[in-house]
């Protein structure tokens, strides 16, 4: 199963936009990668995923590198609400839809 | 919004107790999911099914856990006999193939004393 790294911990400003990196460097071409979070006392919850593209929603955009060795969770303007642990992980498995979680960015919201 | 239900919120055992965790997934999701939260150990996926048919279980401890679908409504994950390091918060998920966004429960905290 492709590995990510991601840093344990982030700190950003309240209003702030919020860039969240990942490596995924042993990806393979049909795997596909998520993000999820997981806020206090709570299961994680769906963020955002691609392929290859850069993808955006109403949570966050993802900016995929064109290798997909690496990817970024971009917060546009950061809440407090959006203090969590930020999960990236690859998807693999007959239909990829294995999902195997690393240790996370814990992101804090600075107000 | 639809909600993936797991009971018992909170359970709290004697060592050596068979422990049963019960989980409805959201209705129409065809991939269920369970995995099991600890500081020590992160995030761990225990086992998974499509369709009711378990199709990876290679998370979970073979000789005292067990994970079923007795039908489409209804995932259970049972411990027996139950251990302290199997104290925990145990998540299940569903989802539908093809589609990435998995919907996670709020989670049964485990305490085996």
């Known amino acids: 199963d492709a590995k990510t790294t991601q840093p344990n911990s982030m700190e950003s400003n309240e209003e702030e936009p919020v860039h969240l990196p990942c490596n995924h460097s042993t990806i393979s071409g049909t795997d596909y990668i998520h993000w999820y979070r997981q806020l206090p006392s709570q299961g994680p919850e769906y963020v955002i995923h691609g392929l290859t593209s850069n993808v955006n929603n109403r949570m966050a955009s993802l900016a995929i590198a064109e290798d997909r060795k690496s990817s970024t969770l971009i917060l546009h303007r950061a809440t407090l609400r959006d203090a969590a642990v930020y999960y990236c992980?690859?998807?693999?498995?007959?239909?990829?839809?294995?999902?195997?979680f690393g240790t996370g960015t814990r992101l804090t919201i600075i107000p | 919004d639809a909600r993936v239900t797991q009971t018992p919120r909170h359970k709290v055992t004697e060592m050596g107790q068979e422990v049963t965790m019960r989980c409805q997934p959201i209705l129409g999701h065809n991939t269920v999911f369970w995995y099991r939260q600890t500081m020590m150990q992160g995030l761990e996926l225990l086992a998974y099914?499509?369709?009711?048919?378990?199709?990876?279980d290679s998370g979970m401890p073979k000789d005292r856990f067990s994970a079923e679908m007795p039908d489409a409504t209804l995932a259970t994950l049972k411990i027996q006999p139950s251990e302290p390091r199997d104290s925990a918060v145990y998540f299940c998920?569903?989802?539908?193939?093809?589609?990435?966004?998995?919907?996670f429960g709020s989670g049964t905290r485990l305490t085996v004393v």
């Open positions: 099914f499509r369709n009711r048919a378990p199709l990876d």
């Open positions: 998920a569903s989802g539908i193939l093809g589609y990435y966004g998995y919907t």
């Open positions: 992980t690859v998807s693999v498995g007959v239909g990829n839809e294995k999902l195997t």
